[in-house]
């Protein structure tokens, strides 16, 4: 091993590298934009819906009801509804959704609740319809108020406090930090993509050079160099890493720019949207945590790396490469995807499955969960698979049916 | 010097089986030499380069390349020798300085004498004009001139070219042929691959003629044309190699 001519290799790799367009797009445009334009669909959908549903107010109809003015004045006071006046064709129009539902009230249905008989309100629906949905949950709501009213007028009328119908109450109270309720959530999403983009980045540096040497000839121009096929590997081999975390950095940056920069845009859209609860709801994420995701990548983006280059070294073109590279963008994203489901809890035996570990800790530790024993199995695991990655690369270079296949 | 002792070569070929691609080759080429190794399509030659490259590794017999065997000290090997191919071609990525400069580097070579060595270079080969362009858009003569810098760049003792003219029009392989002979001139121990017969005749000193991965004559073209009584090359290679007279072929 020669240090001097290492670096030699990765410093030519390096500059050959950043004079290619699509390098530098698949390293730095891609993951740079990849975060603010998720965040920005994102953010601009779910206002867009929250604005669009206040907006309508679901339209229903009321059917019958004529001798009980109370309710019917009390439903047409309401606001978060538009009531329509009946048609003889209702059925037809929620059908054909230009009503969301209508609301059936029995004849003497005033009169019934005067003398306290049983009387029963209907909601005509279009079962599985998101909007006839709200508008079921409207009046739903509205009804359980009125019915309430009722309650507590009767109650009163009878000299009775408010808990003889209601003795006791339930809450709900969240012990969870709010790391662990965004944790939850981003947590398993942002490793995830981590993890994606540490993959997504070695991939095109890693075809490019190997098959991609093959292919345009200078693969056994470079052989017949004094140099080392040990030194050689390992020199292309930090070009690859480099571009795989150099996408890693790239993509962190936005994020922490998104973050920095579009957190105050969100939350004051957000706010204008659902005043007060939206800050409360936003996810924080433990940066430690997220340092310490990073220290677990770093062994990935080696294990990663080396991975791709001794793939990638058995092509004879840039196009068998990536044959052979593409679908493996599925193995990775399936582990990662069991990380984020929920129920898949960390065990000393998931720690040592590569990339579906990662994805695990990753979702614990930016939720501020540290368990030292699973972490220290996870980073030698990994480290064992990069280290036998790199051992691999170096074979596939030193075998010549491997670099002169024909 | 190179001299080669029962050189062979076997590839192990999931298809084809066993392919004896060099089998028993020995042979020796001194100092201030070109010889020359005349073959078909398919013949060896580009095997047997690429063992005393040590891009391969024999499996059988060794050879010596400037003093040092090719499979115990194989970058001692590729340290001393320049190697040019159809085959090997430049880095598009990189102007012709780089390119130079990288191939110094690992030779091992200090950057003034890099920089000394690629200002000769550029000199002899006048290649002012485009030293500091990309190779991706040169013509083939300005990336053939680069090529040459590239093996020249370490000044080697030996030169191994493998059929360095295929493809090339005729001014571009005249080019080469001038090149091959200055590396005489020099007194670098030069072997040339090709299936050209004229080229063989204008430019070696020896010639090898293999076939099936044997070498089948050897000699100086006047020692080859007094064994096989007969002055026109084609005509020896088509005796050496054992194909029937021309003429009668395909003639029952
Ligand atoms: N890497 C390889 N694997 C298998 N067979 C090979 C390989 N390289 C060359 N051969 C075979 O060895 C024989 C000699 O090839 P080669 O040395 O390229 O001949 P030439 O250069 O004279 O045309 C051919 O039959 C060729 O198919
Ligand atoms: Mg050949």
Redesign the pocket.
């Known amino acids: 091993m020669n240090g001097r001519r290492i670096l030699t290799i990765y410093a030519k790799e390096l500059r050959d590298m950043l004079r290619d367009r699509r390098t530098l797009v698949s390293m730095i445009v891609i993951p740079t934009l990849l975060m603010p334009l998720i965040v920005g669909v994102v953010v601009f959908i779910s206002v867009k819906v929250i604005r669009q549903a206040r907006a309508e107010a679901p339209v229903v109809m009321v059917i019958g009801g004529d001798d009980s003015p109370g309710l019917r004045a009390a439903l047409g006071a309401h606001g978060r509804l538009r009531v329509m006046p009946a048609a003889e064709d209702w059925r037809t129009r929620v059908a054909a959704k230009t009503v969301r539902a209508a609301v059936e009230i029995p004849s003497g249905f005033d009169g019934a609740l005067a003398r306290g008989e049983p009387a029963t309100v209907k909601i005509h629906h279009y079962e599985g319809e998101l909007r006839s949905g709200f508008a079921v949950a409207e009046l739903q709501r509205f009804l359980g108020d009125y019915r309430e009213r009722v309650v507590s007028a009767r109650l009163a009328e009878r000299g009775l406090p408010a808990t003889f119908v209601k003795p006791f109450s339930v809450q709900t109270a969240n012990v969870a930090p709010p790391e662990k309720v965004g944790g939850n959530v981003v947590g398993g999403i942002i490793p995830y993509m981590f993890l994606l983009l540490c993959f997504t980045g070695a991939m095109y540096p890693a075809m490019d050079l190997t098959a991609g040497e093959k292919e345009r000839g200078t693969m056994e121009t470079i052989l017949c160099s004094p140099v080392s096929r040990l030194d050689l590997v390992l020199g292309k081999f930090l070009m690859v890493l480099t571009a795989s975390l150099g996408t890693v950095v790239c993509s962190l940056l936005s994020m922490v720019g998104t973050v920095t920069l579009g957190g105050p845009l969100v939350l004051s859209m957000a706010g204008a949207a659902r005043a007060g609860a939206s800050a409360a709801a936003l996810p924080t994420l433990d940066p430690l945590g997220l340092a310490a995701v990073l220290v677990l990548v770093l062994p990935m983006a080696v294990f990663f790396s080396a991975l791709l280059l001794s793939i990638a070294l058995f092509a004879k073109s840039f196009k068998e490469a990536q044959s052979y590279l593409s679908p493996l963008v599925i193995v990775i994203i399936l582990p990662a995807v069991a990380g984020v489901l929920p129920g898949v809890e960390l065990n000393a035996k998931l720690a040592l499955v590569p990339i579906l570990n990662v994805s695990l800790a990753s979702k614990e530790l930016v939720s501020g969960v540290w368990h030292w024993p699973h972490l220290a199995l996870i980073f030698g695991s990994t480290s064992l698979y990069a280290a036998g990655a790199l051992a691999l690369a170096v074979r596939m270079f030193n075998r010549?049916?491997v670099l002169?296949?024909? | 010097m190179i001299v080669a002792r029962q050189l062979s070569?076997t590839?192990?070929?999931r298809k084809?089986g066993a392919?004896?691609?060099?089998a028993g080759v020995s042979f020796c080429v001194q100092p201030g030499q070109i010889y020359g190794?005349l073959?078909?399509?398919?013949?060896?030659?580009?095997?047997?380069?690429?063992l005393l490259a040590t891009l391969?590794q024999p499996t059988g017999g060794t050879a010596e390349v400037a003093g040092f065997d090719v499979t115990r000290e194989p970058a001692e090997v590729r340290a001393r020798v320049g190697f040019l191919a159809a085959s090997t071609a430049l880095y598009g990525r990189l102007t012709a300085r780089e390119t130079l400069a990288y191939f110094g580097r690992l030779n091992g070579m200090s950057d003034a004498d890099i920089a000394a060595r690629t200002q000769a270079l550029a000199h002899d080969l006048d290649m002012h004009a485009f030293l500091d362009r990309r190779c991706d858009k040169f013509s083939t003569g300005m990336k053939q001139k680069t090529s040459i810098a590239r093996t020249l760049i370490h000044d080697p003792p030996v030169m191994i070219f493998?059929?360095p003219t295929l493809g090339l029009d005729v001014m571009a392989a005249r080019t080469i042929v001038q090149f091959v002979r200055e590396c005489r001139a020099r007194g670098k121990t030069v072997i040339y691959?090709t299936?050209i017969m004229s080229e063989v005749e204008k430019l070696c000193d020896v010639i090898g003629i293999?076939h099936g991965?044997r070498l089948l004559a050897e000699g100086t073209l006047e020692a080859l044309r007094a064994s096989y009584r007969e002055h026109d090359l084609e005509e020896i290679f088509v005796q050496a190699v054992g194909l029937p007279p021309a003429g009668v072929a395909g003639n029952p």
């Open positions: 010549e049916d002169f296949r024909t | 070569k590839f192990r070929d084809r392919i004896e691609a060099v190794l073959g078909a399509n398919g013949a060896g030659k580009t095997t047997t380069l690429r391969l493998d059929e691959s299936h293999i991965g």
